[in-house]
């Protein structure tokens, strides 16, 4: 996936916030990228409320 790519969070693998788990089902657009502990990356993504997050790729699905 890459910058600017509209995705909607399909799953939410650990346990998170309420915050974030509103994010549910939401569309959002990939804003960057974010090193995770390990070699895993994440992807930041923005909503259109201005808050952003990051998600593991198999956490969003391409719109």
Do not use: H, P
């Not at 650990?14 to 994010?23: C, S």
């Not at 201005?50 to 198999?58: G, I, L, P, Q, Y």
């Amino acid at each position: 996936m890459e910058i600017g790519t509209k995705v909607k969070i399909c799953r939410i693998r650990d346990r998170v916030g309420q915050d974030i788990a509103q994010k549910l089902g939401k569309v959002g657009k990939i804003t960057g990228y974010k090193m995770t502990d390990g070699s895993g990356v994440g992807l930041v993504v923005e909503f259109d409320d201005n808050s952003a997050s990051w998600f593991f790729e198999d956490e969003l699905k391409t719109v």
